[in-house]
């Protein structure tokens, strides 16, 4: 192994983050069976991890469900104290955790110094909530009965996490689960399975006991089968494109489980004329370019009034020409590799695409020559809406930049989309403000922000988007189920 990653993770103190070994039933496995992992700037090979099968598969469920009963027997603030121990070490650990994370996933090491602060306080908020999970009583509508609604934890629950945020992403759904009293099994994205082991070898040192916590590596089709078919799964969350998020869903009906998928986005950012410019580009930088472009909340389609056009796509261009593409381990670098290169190839045929239908490009000039993984930040205007970058997601930092003329015009073009994951309006007039609040056909809308994410949001989305939320009391009931229990003969 060489390399700059290769040579950051060799001086990690923490030599167990490496190991590669899969956490089953409270157990270290590694297979004989190995997959490489990759730092997706250079294409080094950075580590080896095991290579579950589907009978290692089957053992985890088996121990999740032996768990079950005395993990749902522990007082909720038991269960949070462990919760909180775990979001303890995370931070302890945060710059190791943040090194594998850039290493494995390629994102600039200071956004992955954000992703371990913002995974921690998922388990913190959790801690917490899984203390308020209120049943309710029901005004009785028969004569001498008391009418009750309960939540129970619905049980074993399985993860199928993606590659943009390696740890965010697991902490999310596990510590939802874990807080409503269920235990959890999670398949990370084979892309980045370090980061998901390292996080596993933290929740066993804050005492989450054996089978409650698991994470298996390896094929996502012959690891997830197993997941889909069997009965004692009752819970599946996914977070990744939508095609795999319909392959699940089906394959869920089998068993008929709860199923939550946090699925793509293709967010419209409409910025009106009687706002500052400057915000605007602010805003829309930030939610263009976050994760090196690679988010479901990204600015996809950047709408802007005709009135200050010519003056956004200055200030924007001035902005992104700025960013630097590089080594995510780089201090200077703004912009990382995508983690696939399936992704950025995608990202070049969108340009393409765009550009043979008419769009202008300035993208953002280099100095080094980077691998194919990279994309350099590029601006397209006069994008519209039958090129594919219009109508598809975009996950990589191609900023797509369509004019409009009026509210009207613009929400009907927002909502003409089958994603509905976020959506973000520029305004200065409250009014515009509270009617596109309800207009726009999305799961979460920021209002002149692009930062609203967070443990108390309910985040989801819409149409294609998804089903089910992740954080806030809605992400908690996603792991329970409700009973009815009617007393009678009062
Ligand atoms: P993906 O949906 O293939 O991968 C996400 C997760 O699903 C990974 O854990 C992967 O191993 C697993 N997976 C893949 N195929 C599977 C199958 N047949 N059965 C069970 N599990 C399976 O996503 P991708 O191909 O890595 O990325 C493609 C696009 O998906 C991206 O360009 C982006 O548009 C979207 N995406 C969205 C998110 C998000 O945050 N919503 C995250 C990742 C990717």
């Known amino acids: 192994m060489a390399g700059l990653a290769a040579s950051y993770l060799q001086r990690l103190r923490r030599r167990d983050f490496v190991a590669g070994a899969a956490l089953i039933d409270g157990r270290w496995i590694a297979s004989e069976q190995k997959d490489v992992v990759v730092d997706p700037a250079t294409g080094d090979e950075i580590a080896e991890v095991a290579r579950c099968s589907a009978a290692d598969v089957t053992l985890a469920i088996q121990a999740a469900e032996r768990s079950f009963a005395a993990w749902r027997e522990l007082m909720p603030a038991a269960r949070g104290a462990i919760l909180g121990a775990w979001a303890s070490l995370m931070r302890k650990h945060s710059e190791e955790l943040a090194i594998l994370v850039t290493s494995e996933q390629g994102k600039p090491l200071a956004e992955a110094r954000c992703e371990i602060a913002y995974g921690a306080t998922f388990l913190d908020w959790f801690a917490a909530e899984g203390e308020r999970a209120y049943g309710e009583m029901i005004p009785s509508h028969k004569v001498d009965s008391l009418l009750q609604v309960r939540m129970q934890p619905i049980g074993v629950a399985a993860a199928i996490t993606p590659w943009n945020f390696p740890v965010a992403m697991i902490t999310r759904k596990a510590a939802a689960a874990l807080a409503a009293g269920c235990p959890i099994i999670v398949k990370p994205a084979p892309e980045t399975p370090l980061s998901a082991l390292a996080v596993a070898r933290l929740a066993e040192e804050a005492g989450v006991p054996p089978g409650v916590f698991q994470v298996i590596v390896g094929d996502p089709i012959e690891l997830s089968a197993p997941l889909l078919r069997d009965t004692r799964i009752r819970a599946l969350s996914f977070t990744g494109s939508t095609q795999v998020g319909r392959l699940l869903l089906q394959g869920a009906a089998q068993s008929v489980k709860k199923v939550s998928l946090e699925l793509g986005g293709h967010a419209p950012f409409l910025v009106f004329d009687d706002v500052d410019v400057d915000k605007a580009v602010t805003g829309a930088m930030a939610a263009k370019f976050a994760t090196s472009g690679q988010d479901c909340l990204a600015a996809n389609r ?96 191609i900023a797509a930049v369509l004019p409009f003329d009026s509210e009207d015009e613009v929400v009907a073009r927002a909502n003409s989309s089958e994603m509905g994951l976020a959506g973000y309006v520029y305004t200065d007039s409250l009014r515009r403000a509270l009617r596109l609040s309800e207009q726009i056909e999305c799961g979460m809308l920021g209002i002149n922000t692009a930062s609203f994410t967070g443990p108390p949001i309910p985040f989801g989305g819409w149409k294609q988007s998804g089903l089910g939320r992740e954080g806030s009391r809605h992400g908690l009931a996603e792991y329970m189920e409700l009973k009815y229990v009617c007393f009678g003969d009062l």
């Open 302 to 397: 950047i709408y802007v009034q005709r009135g200050i056009y010519r003056a956004f796509l200055e200030a924007f261009t001035a902005a992104m020409v700025k960013l630097k593409a590089g080594h995510g381990l780089k201090p200077a670098t703004d912009i990382g590799p995508m983690t696939k290169l399936s992704v950025a190839n995608k990202c070049r045929a969108q340009i393409n695409d765009a550009v043979k239908k008419g769009a202008r490009v300035i993208s953002a000039k280099q100095d080094e020559s980077l691998g194919p993984n990279f994309v350099l930040p590029a601006l397209l205007s006069e994008v519209t809406e039958d090129m594919l970058i219009g109508h598809e997601e975009t996950f990589g930092p």
